[in-house]
């Protein structure tokens, strides 16, 4: 990094910087802390004393401090220097095994670095650096890339797309509002801030800016002194002579003689290195096995030789090291091809190595505060020994780079960067170096196996990319020869005895290293020279020629003959020869456009590669030529034979001369073509025959003639026709095609044509035959050579072959890719082809010809086509594969006929050819094609059905049509006299003399009574208008009237032809349209008479959504009695009962739902949940086997939901069906299970969702209450009366259950008690009932769904006697209502009315099941529960393990006393409940109590905040509340304060309540089906609160529920208000749950993506000191930035290795989570640790398409919408099934592991 103030400490640097050795010698003024070549640190200083009291030490140390006073002559810098390193090296880098890091750079910095920085710059390092960063830097950046490091390029701005800026200085620049990419690095690159020859504009950041702080203009830079710059001459040699032999050393055993000062002691290591052959898993084994160590100690070992390149792994004397060497190497040979490379290292070797790097670290650092010291270090470096023909050291250093290890080659590399291209002079000077061993640095390279990001050849970007350096290279270094000379060089092996290229049995490995070379040329011809010097043509051309020779080795490779008889046994390598085919296209194109630029250098360059296409054209000339006739003209051909004779499709010299012979008309160079090329030379005959049997082998192959040949030639003929390789394949033999079709005479062209095809005797007489299979592959062919002659004649959008831009052609691709289909921006652009800068040009021209639809909550915009570019549509496009010619053939036709419009699809006009075509339009109306053209049409007029196809007609019908529109545009432009083009006279002139002769006009004629053509009709009519149109034309009519009027005639004859047949059409859609319109009203009519006589069945359908509200609703309607909307209380509201009908979907059979019938399940998944927490941090148990879920903590950590897809079965088929998939699965080991059987898992069989159980579905049982008897009772059962009762009932119990202990009874309970056991009855006075009994089906489905809730939710095994279940099940009931709560209320929907139907259907289950699994368990367990639980509300019950009223969530203690209630009934010889009367009051009273104790609950906790300004407000609810807030006052001792306003009490209160009183709604609507008010089917906030009240059986001042029961709760608020837990959290002592609970939601992500990239960059992770980039993911739940797949965060949970994600998952979302990684732009969702799935993230491009592994690189921004939708997947619960359909679309073999993420 160029910028010192920027840059900050690396890794190696962290401990620099304290304090001087002697303090009293030297003035110290600044403390700049963090520089590796800064002061020493303080134990650093220690230790200088420590050197200074050892004698040799000090004086050493002296030496160097008083060096600046001494004379050049008389100090030898270099002894000295050598020797102090001698002396030091081997003792601070003695411990490699174990080495204590901070130590060692403590020692480095005190015996070396120190004092050497006080030599260098003669004064306190500090002030010295501090004076170099205060004077500016450099205005380029310079900043090295590490691998992921998010880059960006402007679009708008780059010279070409290897220009970019590292994150800061794109976020300061102007580049930010552009078209800008976003990648990621792949490591190694560079910062190109600053260079004036990467950008067009905006060179420069802000920082960077002349006169910006922390930067200066590059002459203002600080000066150092002649002084300073004399002693970096003499340290600087020093230095660097030392660093370079030391890496290049290759003695293991000895030092070089200056080094060696003491007496060499036996003490070895040995050293593995890195390489790319071995995975980690085979190194840690080698090691383990060689070494006998333990696992963690190889798998040290091994993150150190992957990270640094290689390792000591073991030390002591040499035998023993050498054993262990060859114990490694044997190991190793056994796992793979071949061994681990090891070394036997002295450790004074090792020592030196080590500090060598050390010192390189210093000079990188170094080299960024001076221009000055790069100059300097750059002279060094270059300067070459006088009279020796050595290297200089940088090129020593370039050489060696193979060898070094991976840490050695990064010190390298950033050595090089912070150096020589930090200096443009020198830069080139390093160029030129490079150059010079351009050879051998890329042989060393490409026989490595290390990665590209890691070898010196990877610096060719920075130099052959810059303009001006790539000019000076080509110029003086001639780099383009080098490099061609190169890629020929390195692959000498693949060349055959005819010095062709032939992969078969090739390296991947090696020819991915080729590309390397490949791409450097690319490099070099980015940009194109806007001045050609002479000596510039002269190297360009000896370039160019010399690549030629690489392109004479490809043209005719791999030869190809066709298989006849027996099938090919095995498919030949094709991959290679096509992927250099690509990698050469754009190089190709660059080639071809360099000369475009210069006239004189087109043509000897088109001269030279002629002469190259005819050395290569000479094989087959051996062979006599044969004569072939038709329609009186002759041919003289050699004999060839494609399916006969070799032939390949590989032609790059043909190809290249193509695209030169285009540049050469588009210039109008081609008029001088004969002073390079003579006539006689140039044989266009010979040039058109190699793309011409390319063309006849790709149409065999559609022939299926060459089937025997497998595979790899059908994959060849595709890549042949793709958009990645066409450009320089396809499209250039199409050119050739036309270059041929202009020279030659049209007759003799087309003669060569049909001989090449093989259909020389289709168009003579025809020799009957019956092998279909022939006659097929001649239709084929026929099919294949129209289509060709088509696209030969009328495919004109090329530049130079027509008068069009590189614009036009863009639109023109455009328009037909979206004549198939509107299609996405990424779709489009995969379809166009890229340019060198790999740009499609698609933006500057997609807004002319379509407009953008955006994209809704899912999928992506879409592109569709402007009407008026219809008329462009070409249906034999010849970009078009067979797929989407179909496809655009029948869109627009559908089109068309929507419209009332004709189906013909005639060719829109065609550009004219340019001069050097012109000649192209001949072929048309020659002799041959007219006898083709009539031929075919006489064979379908003849109805010779097995001799022409539907397909060769509309081709035929095509060129007519051409050839119409041709002659039409002629005449249109010039007199009639001047145009040569006669088509119209070709055309209707006979045939032949004969007496049954026809011409093409007669035949269409006829061909419109062919009942097979019945399609092709309208174009007939349309080719028989423009003949009609054209003779006008030739009879000199007026030029300007017809070319006006043409249109309006082709619209008048087309109506006077077809008016009866498009009136007729008309007639037969209205008709069809009256018809649909009658059917409709019968249907209706009938469907409502329908819906009339069977209203029952529909009233109890379960499947209609909301049908509960709208039946009841019916009812109340209907019925005489109005109902009043009271779900508790005497008054409560009739139950509505239901005859419930359902269907299975398993056996399609339905029953009726009663409690004595088979049990009937819905699928359903039961899942632990942290969708409420109100506090992320607290640490979640993952096992419950000690746990106690009685009680809901009121933050609400972690629940249990239960969800439901909806879908019935019988409990029976449900049972098969889970043994029939445990069944298959077990014989499917090998496949990836997407759910774990063992645990219950399986999909349900109709909707796919994931499930774990079923809930079983029990009828709600009607309840009518006696309106007399409810007034008797409401007269004597109070509260106070009912608290009597209860705990009386309890004490009886208790005296019963544990007889002796003494009973705590409330004092409101002793008063007047009489005789106990008539007491302990008093109970049921009121009204018992028997209680329901259950069918076994449905007591057995009732223990299953209880065992599961109980097994998911506390992550134990199944019991199905343990006491915690009854407690799950309320607990799942309770959470699962308040999760949809909180959902109905996060979307803005109302209480009622708008569930999903699988919503609805699961509730009612859910809380119905909740209400009879109290029947299966002991009901003295569940006694003991309701005891627990009252306990929190009737503090005389409290026990040891009650919580405070603060510590519990008031709605799970409803759920939970509601439910268990009724087993107080419960009586040894009967079991009773309570009856309709009794669980009124009971419901009544229980709901009461507990919301007077959530009042309480929330004035305590969330009323204490500071009133806001608001006029004061004196109504009846505020002046409750302040009455109530003094009682709290007085019962807290003075802790709660009255002072605060009575209102602002109320409004909390309100507001508080509102989520526990729609829950409470919610359940007892489910619980009793008691039909809600209306106001809760419609969202209104006030109207709410006061139905809620009405439905709740509450007063709307709840403040009033105090005063109306104030003798009874006086007491017990009290007892709440004394609790020490409630106290400690008055005085601020601990903090309580405030309501309302605020509602989660997914983090807030900022809108433009790139802040998140900024600050993925700026993440360092926590448990690794090394600056590596790593993959940060965000957990979109809490914010938590994780290092994501790496071993330095994985962490062991209960035994097993768990990634950052998984780990963070159990604790965040209870194994459940959503994280959104960063540098790839992908949403992974996870369950547990095995499951997961990736999902879109929700930010998209401006084109409304997301960017997965940024490979577009596209600016994004979020979508709300998207994210919302994520949200809700969150909050529904859907997580699990999302993952589970994703697997089962994905299904995979070997997955992801995802406990590693």
């Not at 109709?1246 to 079983?1256: A, E, G, M, Q, R």
């Amino acid at each position: 990094m160029a910028d010192g103030a920027d840059g900050g400490p690396g890794a190696a640097g962290a401990a620099g910087g304290c304090v001087p050795v002697q303090p009293q010698e030297r003035a110290m003024c600044s403390t700049t802390s963090g520089c590796m070549i800064s002061k020493p640190s303080q134990s650093a200083g220690c230790m200088m004393q420590d050197y200074l009291n050892d004698s040799a030490g000090a004086s050493l140390i002296l030496k160097w401090m008083v060096m600046t006073q001494w004379c050049d002559e008389r100090f030898n810098f270099q002894a000295t220097f050598l020797q102090c390193l001698a002396k030091h090296v081997p003792n601070i880098y003695s411990a490699e095994m174990d080495p204590l890091l901070e130590k060692q750079e403590e020692m480095v910095q005190a015996a070396i670095l120190y004092p050497l920085e006080c030599y260098l710059f003669g004064e306190d390092p500090d002030i010295f650096l501090e004076k170099l960063q205060q004077s500016g830097t450099s205005q380029l950046c310079g900043k090295v890339f590490k691998g992921g490091e998010t880059t960006y390029s402007c679009r708008d701005c780059a010279v070409d797309p290897t220009c970019v800026l590292c994150m800061d200085c794109f976020q300061n620049s102007i580049h930010r509002n552009h078209r800008y990419k976003m990648h990621s690095s792949t490591g190694g690159g560079f910062c190109d801030c600053g260079d004036t020859e990467a950008w067009k504009a905006g060179p420069l950041c802000t920082k960077h800016e002349p006169g910006a702080s922390g930067s200066a203009k590059e002459n203002s830079e600080c000066q150092l002194n002649e002084e300073i710059m004399e002693h970096s001459r003499r340290v600087f040699p020093s230095v660097i002579k030392y660093i370079v032999d030391m890496l290049i050393w290759e003695e293991e055993k000895e030092l070089p003689p200056e080094l060696t000062i003491r007496e060499k002691v036996d003490s070895y290591y040995c050293v593995l290195f890195n390489d790319e052959h071995h995975s980690y898993d085979h190194v840690i084994f080698s090691l383990q096995r060689a070494l006998g160590c333990e696992l963690g100690e190889a798998q040290l070992h091994t993150t150190a030789i992957d990270k640094e390149g290689r390792r000591a792994v073991k030390a002591g004397h040499y035998a023993s090291c050498q054993e262990a060497k060859e114990e490694i190497k044997r190991h190793s040979e056994n796992i793979s091809q071949r061994p681990l490379h090891a070394e036997v290292l002295h450790a004074d070797v090792m020592a030196h190595q080590k500090f060598a790097l050390r010192l390189g670290s210093w000079l990188n650092k170094l080299m960024s505060y001076s221009s000055d010291f790069r100059q300097i270090f750059c002279q060094i470096c270059l300067k070459e020994e006088a009279g020796s023909e050595k290297p200089c050291f940088i090129s020593k250093l370039m050489l060696w780079d193979a060898k070094l290890h991976k840490g050695a080659r990064k010190v390298l590399h950033e050595l090089i960067f912070s150096s020589f291209f930090m200096e443009m002079e020198y830069k080139k000077l390093f160029a030129v170096e490079f150059v010079k061993y351009y050879k051998a640095l890329q042989k060393e390279y490409i026989s490595d196996d290390h990665d590209r990001v890691l070898s010196v050849t990877a610096l060719s970007v920075q130099m052959f990319t810059v303009p001006t350096l790539a000019r000076h290279l080509i110029e003086e270094q001639n780099v383009i020869t080098t490099i061609t000379e190169t890629l020929l060089e390195v692959l000498p092996e693949y060349l055959d005895k005819n010095d062709k290229f032939n992969f078969q049995g090739y390296s991947q490995d090696k020819l991915n290293r080729v590309y390397a070379v490949i791409y450097d040329l690319r490099y070099v011809l980015v940009s194109k020279p806007t001045l050609w010097t002479d000596r510039l043509r002269e190297r360009f051309l000896e370039g160019f020629v010399s690549f030629l020779r690489i392109l004479t080795c490809m043209q005719g490779m791999e030869e190809i003959k066709r298989q006849i008889g027996q099938h090919i046994e095995v498919d030949p390598d094709w991959e290679a020869a096509i992927a250099i085919q690509m990698q050469l296209k754009n190089i190709l194109l660059m080639f071809q456009e360099w000369c475009a630029c210069d006239e004189e250098l087109l043509l000897k360059a088109y001269s030279e590669c002629h002469k190259a296409v005819m050395r290569c054209s000479t094989n087959g000339r051996s062979r006599e030529k044969t004569v072939f006739h038709l329609c009186g003209h002759t041919l003289e051909s050699r004999p060839y034979r494609v399916s006969a004779d070799p032939v390949s499709i590989h032609l790059p010299l043909s190809r290249t001369l193509a695209g030169l012979h285009v540049r050469l008309s588009k210039t109008g160079t081609i008029s001088r073509l004969h002073e390079f090329v003579s006539p006689e030379e140039f044989q266009v005959e010979l040039l058109v025959e190699y793309p011409l049997r390319c063309l006849v082998l790709v149409a065999q192959v559609a022939a299926e003639m060459w089937r025997r040949n497998g595979l790899s030639l059908i994959s060849q003929v595709f890549y042949y026709q793709d958009v990645k390789c066409r450009e320089e394949m396809y499209d250039k033999d199409i050119i050739m095609l036309q270059i041929g079709a202009s020279l030659m005479d049209p007759n003799q062209f087309l003669l060569l044509i049909l001989q090449r095809y093989e259909l020389a005797d289709a168009f003579k007489k025809m020799k009957p035959t019956k092998d279909q299979d022939l006659i097929k592959q001649c239709n084929v062919l026929i099919e294949e050579m129209l289509q060709i002659l088509i696209y030969v004649v009328g495919e004109r959008y090329v530049p130079g072959v027509s008068n069009v831009t590189k614009e036009d052609v863009i639109m023109r691709e455009i328009i037909h890719l979206l004549c198939i289909e509107p299609m996405a921006h990424s779709a489009i652009t995969k379809s166009l082809p890229e340019n060198e800068n790999n740009e499609t040009g698609l933006e500057s021209v997609i807004d002319k010809v379509a407009t953008f639809k955006k994209p809704g909550v899912s999928g992506h915009g879409v592109y569709e086509l402007k009407d008026e570019c219809l008329k462009e549509f070409n249906m034999f496009f010849y970009h078009y594969t067979k797929t989407q010619h179909s496809k655009a053939e029948h869109t627009q036709k559908k089109r068309r006929k929507q419209e009332n419009r004709d189906e013909a699809l005639p060719p829109p006009p065609p550009p004219g050819f340019s001069p050097a075509f012109s000649n192209v339009v001949r072929i048309l109306n020659c002799d041959v094609m007219m006898h083709i053209l009539r031929t075919i049409l006489q064979r379908a007029v003849e109805l010779e059905t097995h001799l022409w196809t539907e397909a060769m007609i509309q081709m035929v019908l095509h060129l007519l049509s051409l050839g119409l529109l041709e002659e039409k545009q002629q005449l249109q432009k010039s007199p009639e006299e001047e145009v040569t083009f006669d088509f119209y006279h070709k055309a209707t002139r006979m045939g032949s003399s004969a007496l049954n002769a026809v011409n093409v006009l007669m035949l269409l004629e006829k061909l419109k009574r062919v009942p097979q053509l019945e399609a092709q009709k309208d174009t007939v009519n349309w080719i028989l208008q423009m003949f009609d149109t054209v003779k006008r034309l030739r009879e000199k009519s007026s030029l300007t009237t017809v070319a006006a009027t043409s249109g309006s005639e082709a619209t008048k004859s087309d109506e006077s032809t077809q008016d009866k047949e498009k009136a007729e059409r008309k007639r037969k859609a209205e008709a069809a349209r009256l018809h649909r319109q009658k059917i409709m009203a019968q249907m209706s009519a009938l469907q409502r008479n329908f819906i009339e006589t069977h209203k029952l069945l529909y009233e109890n359908t379960l499947e209609a959504p909301g049908k509960e509200d709208a039946i009841m609703e019916e009812e109340s309607m209907s019925s005489a009695i109005d109902y009043s909307k009271i779900a508790l209380g005497p008054k409560r509201g009739p139950s509505v009962a239901e005859k419930e009908v359902l269907t299975c979907i398993l056996c399609q059979e339905e029953q009726e739902v009663k409690l004595e019938s088979a049990a009937m399940v819905l699928s359903a998944c039961v899942q632990k949940s942290t969708a409420l927490t109100q506090n992320r941090s607290r640490i979640l148990e993952l096992s419950g086997d000690t746990l106690d879920p009685l009680f809901m903590h009121p933050d609400l950590p972690c629940g249990t939901h239960t969800g439901s897809c909806g879908h019935v079965m019988h409990a029976a088929c449900w049972q098969k069906y889970f043994e029939a998939m445990q069944l298959n699965f077990r014989q499917r080991l090998h496949v990836e299970q997407i759910f774990d059987l063992e645990n219950g898992e399986y999909l349900c069989p109709l909707c796919k969702s994931l499930c774990n159980t079923v809930i079983p579905i029990v009828p709600l049982q009607a309840q009518k209450i006696n309106s007399e008897d409810a007034e008797a009772v409401a007269q004597i059962l109070s509260l106070a009366r009912w608290l009597e009762i209860i705990i009386v009932r309890i004490s009886g119990y208790s005296v019963k259950n544990a007889k002796g202990e003494k009973q705590n009874l409330p004092a409101f309970a002793n008063k007047g008690m009489g005789n106990s056991a008539l007491e302990f009855h008093s109970i049921l006075s009121f009204g018992v009932q028997s209680s329901a009994k259950y069918s076994s089906s449905i007591k057995e489905m009732l223990i299953l769904f209880a065992t599961t809730i109980y097994r998911v939710g506390l992550k134990v095994a199944p019991n199905e006697a343990d006491y915690r279940i009854p407690m799950m099940t309320w607990s799942t009931c309770a959470f699962t209502i308040q999760c949809i709560e909180n959902l109905l209320e996060t979307e803005g929907k109302p209480l009622f009315g708008s569930l999903q139907n699988r919503q609805h259907s699961g509730l009612k289950a859910l809380v119905q099941f909740a209400a009879a699994q109290r029947t299966t368990s002991p009901q003295v367990l569940i006694q003991k529960h309701l005891i627990r639980l009252l306990g929190v509300l009737l503090p005389n019950l409290k026990g040891e393990d009650t919580p405070s009223l603060l510590e519990v969530d008031m709605f799970h203690i409803l759920v939970g006393v509601v439910l268990s209630f009724p087993s107080l009934y419960w009586e040894d010889a009967v079991d009773l409940q309570p009856s309709s009367i009794s669980s009124a009051y009971n419901h009544l009273y229980l709901f009461h109590l507990t919301t007077l104790a959530h009042i309480t609950q929330i004035v305590v906790s969330s009323a204490t905040e500071s009133p806001t300004a608001r006029s004061p407000d004196n109504s009846e609810e505020a002046r409750s509340a302040q009455s109530f807030c003094r009682e709290v006052c007085q019962y807290t001792g003075g802790c709660f304060s009255q002072d605060i306003p009575g209102w602002l009490v109320w409004d909390c209160v309100k507001k508080g309540i509102m989520p526990y009183l729609r829950c409470a709604a919610l359940f007892f609507h489910y619980l009793l089906g008691v039909s809600p008010p209306e106001e809760l089917l419609q969202v209104s906030e006030e109207g709410q609160f006061k139905a809620l009240c009405s439905y709740l059986s509450l007063p709307t001042n709840l403040f009033l529920l105090f005063q109306e029961y104030w003798d009874t709760v006086n007491p017990l608020l009290q007892r709440w208000c004394a609790d020490p837990v409630v106290l400690s959290c008055l005085k601020g002592k601990s903090i309580a749950v405030r309501y309302p609970r605020k509602r989660n939601s997914l983090i807030e992500l900022p809108e433009d993506y790139s802040c998140l990239l900024n600050q993925a960059s700026q993440f360092r992770c926590p448990r690794s000191s090394d600056d590596e980039q790593k993959h940060p993911v965000l957990c979109l739940f809490c914010g938590a930035m994780l290092c994501s797949q790496n071993t330095c965060c994985q962490e062991l949970v209960n035994g097993e290795e768990l990634g950052a994600c998984t780990s963070h998952a159990l604790q965040c979302g209870a194994g459940v989570c959503m994280f959104l990684k960063i540098r790839e732009c992908k949403v992974v969702l996870i369950e547990g640790k095995t499951r997961g799935c990736l999902y879109p993230a929700p930010y998209l491009d401006e084109y409304g398409e997301t960017d997965p592994g940024l490979k577009r690189g596209n600016p994004l921004h979020l979508c709300r919408e998207r994210y919302r939708k994520l949200h809700l997947l969150w909050q529904q619960h859907c997580i699990i099934e999302e993952i589970a359909r994703s697997q089962e679309t994905n299904q995979i073999f070997f997955g992801f592991n995802w406990q590693l993420l």
